[in-house]
């Protein structure tokens, strides 16, 4: 009987051993949620449709502010300031000398070589020096300053012509044609000179026929979109003349009241880029006469300027000068010479670096900021 006891529990404790397993094999065969988990919204499927969604609405650039250019009236004034600063030594060393008790030939040499080493050039100083000995010897040397102001004033001469010829005839746009070297700050002056007229209310086209230097053309059209003008111009390489026929042709079409040319700055030893210069000016001529060939000279150049002056000169017919960089030299005589050289007046003058330093050139405020 006790071994039979025996095996009915050891059969018990089998059993229950298997039964357990099994219970723990089922439990691990199946994920069992967390109590806190709530699952994730699925988004609706919508059916397709042959409709194009909707177009985003087009965001329109803001319009560049246009800049204001500097009226005429207070470009004088910082003209007669900048050249008082920069070419008042010419005039105050002039005054030391004459002013001395005793004007030997010593003194009247250092007066000329003052002269000369302001660019003044040797005729003019040589005409200056005699007429000076002469008033000063028959009237004395009472009132120095306005004897040499007034024979300065004369040399400079103030009766030339100085306005700048921008309107057409017969219903033509004014054509002004802009040469001169590289470096001279030519493409520069255009931008400048456009401001001027923007500030006297005129329609103004620019011409971008310096096709050679991509960087000019990028230049001029920046000058262009800070006052609110129109630029044509061509791929890299284009023919300038073509450049400048349809410069034209959009100013006589739009009715402008000026266009403005700028032209490759060719050395002036290499002829045939100067004939090339002669061309534009005749393919512009077929539509609208050219009213003004202004010739830009860096003022620190000295004779070298000249040389350009004269090859320009015989090109292109020049009608005006305009003096850049002239605020930071001492050499304000080149006004004088480069006058005489070609007969032309000069007709601006650049006074710095800013947008609005370009201003008309005044003969008798030039004077007064020699004598200081």
Not at 232 to 248: I, K, L, N, Q, W
Request: proline share 5%.
């Amino acid at each position: 009987m006790g071994d039979w006891l025996y095996l009915i529990i050891a059969i018990l404790v089998v059993a229950a051993g298997l039964l357990g397993g099994l219970l723990v094999q089922r439990g691990r065969g199946r994920a069992v949620p967390p109590t806190d988990f709530t699952p994730p919204l699925e988004a609706p499927v919508e059916a397709p449709t042959d409709e194009a969604p909707p177009a985003a609405e087009p965001v329109e650039a803001p319009a560049p502010t246009l800049e204001k250019p500097e009226g005429t009236a207070s470009r004088l004034v910082r003209l007669r300031q900048r050249l008082a600063g920069s070419q008042g030594g010419l005039g105050r060393g002039l005054l030391a000398l004459l002013s001395r008790d005793r004007l030997d030939e010593d003194t009247w040499e250092s007066i000329e070589d003052t002269l000369l080493t302001a660019d003044v050039g040797v005729a003019p100083t040589q005409e200056l020096v005699e007429k000076l000995r002469t008033r000063l010897r028959v009237e004395g040397s009472g009132d120095v300053r306005t004897v040499l102001r007034e024979e300065l004033l004369a040399l400079v001469d103030p009766d030339m012509d100085r306005r700048l010829q921008v309107s057409g005839a017969d219903g033509n746009p004014g054509i002004v044609l802009v040469v001169g070297v590289n470096g001279s700050g030519k493409t520069t002056t255009v931008g400048k000179i456009s401001r001027i007229l923007v500030a006297e209310d005129r329609k103004v086209v620019l011409g971008a026929a310096d096709t050679f230097r991509a960087a000019a053309v990028e230049q001029l059209a920046t000058w262009a979109e800070r006052v609110g003008v129109d630029v044509v111009r061509g791929a890299e390489g284009t023919d300038p003349a073509s450049v400048a026929f349809e410069a034209v042709k959009e100013g006589v079409d739009t009715s402008a009241d000026t266009v403005i040319i700028d032209t490759a700055g060719r050395l002036q030893n290499k002829q045939g880029l100067m004939d090339e210069l002669g061309k534009v000016k005749r393919v512009i001529e077929k539509q609208a006469p050219v009213t003004e060939v202004l010739l830009v000279l860096d003022a620190t150049t000295g004779q070298n300027g000249l040389i350009q002056a004269r090859v320009f000169s015989e090109v292109v017919n020049v009608t005006g000068i305009v003096l850049t960089k002239l605020d930071g030299s001492a050499k304000g005589g080149i006004v004088v010479q480069v006058q005489r050289e070609l007969g032309v007046p000069v007709k601006l003058v650049g006074l710095g670096e800013g947008a609005d330093d370009l201003a008309p050139f005044d003969a008798g405020a030039f004077v007064d900021a020699l004598l200081g």
